[in-house]
């Protein structure tokens, strides 16, 4: 953003609505320009009709020859319970992508965050899907073509394969539109904060199930009020699987587009949480393998990237990183310790750009600006539509693939990133 941009930002954000009717004018008035010119910093390669969806799962198999992908029948408005999402992986080969591999298909997924496709090991991904009202999560063996059904759904996988976090997606889909599940059967009635409920961690053998800890209890931490209703997403393990963390978020049902954000840490030694020094807001976390998060947030008064060290049980560092480049919310993944990429939403242009960013010297590299046409636009919280970016890094990083919808569907792209 601009410094103007940023002024008036900072003034309209706590204001929802006002935000987006004003970008939707800004936009608008610049769409009758002539469109600005796309830039990819290196050779790229695409495979339209397919996306990825969130920031936070590894896409690529440990080999590098495969790439998880899902397919859609449908495009520009919310999947119903009949929507089916075509799931596999493509062919990945000296930074091209191959055949896709259809595996199976998913009856509970969005736009955002898909059906959780993710690998759960060398052969075995998983991925979310629904029977009847029923959701719950299911590995396929990729050599063998058998699956294996779980009771439960999954979030995300622990590095070894042997857990998953698992979480309400009812809830989330209730208070966060578009994140969650539209087609959990009837609507309960939800309670603000319920004491039998929270984030949870099952072991895939036994499907043994632990809460971590309960909505009460994350309440009672933050909420004077019973009136505010609270919620867990976008929850993911440190690399050394000793972490969890996840997204703790609170609203009122009059203004579910209002929201209070901490970024929370369970620590499976000690079997304690902690939040991170945030001030109401966080958008976007990943983890590299020094036990470090990077995440968009609120610190010091300041909305920035900024970078948190977990040791012991506790947060150490606390630091902006590039905040006076990197202005703007984004969605990162690390390249190594020392690097990650990060997008940015469509400027007034409707031009998203993929960033390479090095944290020791502070310097940004423009990677990728690509168009997001108009009708990709997110009407309001209860169509939640976009194609964001949401890059991913390879295992060896050297590429990042991110979906965009450049070419007027949605599409998922590759490009070097070393």
Known sequence: MTKTERYIYDMVKSTPWLKDLIRNIYQSFFDLLPKKKELFAD???????????????????????????????????????????????????????????????????????????????????????????????????????????????????????QYATTLNYHRLEYLMPGYGYLHMGEEEILKPAPANDGLYIVKFENEEKKLLFSYKELAEETDNTTQLFHYITHSSFSKDGRYIACLHRYISLQDKDKRTTRLIIYDQKTSKHFSLPT????????????????????????????????????????SPTVPTV?????????????????????????????????????????????????????????????????????????????????????SLYIIKCK
């Open 279 to 318: 001030q109401g807001m966080v958008s976007h976390y990943v983890w590299n393998s020094d036990n470090q998060i990077v995440a968009y947030c609120r610190i010091d008064g300041q909305d920035c990237h900024a970078l948190f060290s977990i040791a012991e049980g506790k947060c150490v560092a606390a």
């Open 43 to 161: 050779e790229y390669d695409y495979k339209e009709h397919f996306f990825l969806g969130f920031h936070d799962v590894q896409p690529f198999s440990e080999d590098g020859t495969k790439v998880l992908a899902q397919r859609a029948e449908i495009e520009g408005h919310m999947p119903s319970a009949n929507d089916v999402l075509h799931i596999g992986y493509l062919d990945f080969k000296d930074g091209h992508f191959g055949a896709f591999h259809h595996v199976a298909d998913s009856f509970a997924w969005n736009f955002h965050k898909g059906c959780r496709l993710q690998w759960k090991d060398t052969d075995h991904l998983i991925f979310n899907t629904r029977k009847e009202n029923n959701v719950y999560a299911v590995s396929v063996n990729i050599l063998t073509n058998i699956t294996t059904p779980y009771s439960f759904p999954i979030d995300t996988v622990s590095p070894d394969g």
């Open 326 to 410: 990197l202005n703007s919310d984004g969605h990162q993944s690390f390249i190594d310790n020392n690097s990650f990429v990060t997008d940015t939403y469509p400027d007034k242009y409707r031009m998203a750009k993929l960033y390479k960013v090095d944290i020791p010297s502070h310097s940004v590299t423009l990677l990728a600006s690509v168009y997001s046409p108009k009708q990709f636009q997110t009407k309001d919280m209860y169509n939640h539509i976009a194609c964001d970016l949401h890059p991913r890094v390879s295992r060896d990083g050297k590429f990042v693939c991110f979906d965009s919808p450049r070419t007027s569907v949605r």
